[in-house]
């Protein structure tokens, strides 16, 4: 079945370091690929998304792109802040012959800024 | 939109209480799903719906669990008897399937349960 794999965490970096937070993937359709952010108290949003290969998903600075080749969808940032203290989820759902499936969840990466 | 809407936001009951958690999804999605989310299991899905009808409810840990849909504006998730174990964050999350949708959710705030 579909899998979503991501680095375990904590992540601990100073403030401006960059960011790289790897995602690997197993799906047998043509997934969607997310990740989503999930603050202290807060519900999960999401960040970014691609829906094809080599598509570039960005927003508030952080970026993944979608690699079919390497079934992988790693988030970066060039450089973090104590605000982006959270934890980042990556996902997918795949496309069935009825349509999009249940969104598939890594395991999530805590990520924690100092400054 | 409002979003997704849940509520209680904080439940503190007594072991072998019922609790019924509710959500309100985004007007016009399609999809409804429920998790859950521990420290020591993470993010749960415990079932989900398809134009109110229940499509996957592989995820309930028990009978003691059980999710209705009566209509495409409200979704209940009720345990009976709860107990200790039952205590997480449960989130209810949004979808819609249409031409040109990529298949993002959209979760509410969630609901912070807590069984002594």
């Known amino acids: 079945g579909d899998s979503v794999t991501q680095m375990e965490g904590p992540v601990t970096l100073s403030e401006e370091a960059f960011l790289t937070i790897n995602c690997t993937y197993t799906?047998?359709?043509?997934?969607?690929l997310f990740w989503y952010v999930q603050y202290p108290g807060e519900g999960l949003q999401l960040l970014l998304k691609?829906?094809?290969?080599?598509d570039k998903g960005s927003n508030k600075g952080f970026e993944a792109t979608y690699r079919k080749e390497t079934t992988s969808f790693h988030l970066e940032k060039g450089s973090v802040q104590v605000s982006d203290s959270a934890v980042y989820f990556c996902?997918?759902?795949?496309?069935?012959?009825?349509?999009?499936?249940?969104?598939?969840f890594g395991t999530g990466t805590r990520l924690l800024v100092s400054p | 939109d409002a979003g997704v809407i849940q509520s209680p936001r904080h439940e503190v009951t007594e072991m072998g209480q019922e609790v019924t958690l509710r959500c309100k999804p985004i007007?016009?999605?399609?999809?409804l799903f429920w998790y859950r989310q521990t420290m020591m299991r993470g993010l749960e899905l415990l079932i989900y719906f398809n134009n109110n009808v229940p499509i996957d409810d592989s995820g309930m840990p028990e009978d003691r669990f059980s999710a209705k849909m009566p209509n495409a504006s409200f979704s209940t998730l009720k345990i009976q008897p709860s107990e200790p174990r039952d205590s997480a964050v449960y989130f209810c999350?949004?979808?819609?399937?249409?031409?040109?949708?990529?298949?993002?959710?959209?979760f509410g705030e969630g609901s912070r349960l807590t069984v002594l």
């Open positions: 691609a829906t094809k290969a080599d």
């Open positions: 999350a949004s979808r819609q399937d249409r031409v040109g949708s990529t298949g993002e959710l959209f």
């Open positions: 996902a997918l759902s795949d496309r069935g012959n009825t349509g999009f499936q249940k969104l598939v």
């Open positions: 799906a047998t359709g043509y997934p969607s």
């Open positions: 007007s016009g999605h399609d999809y």
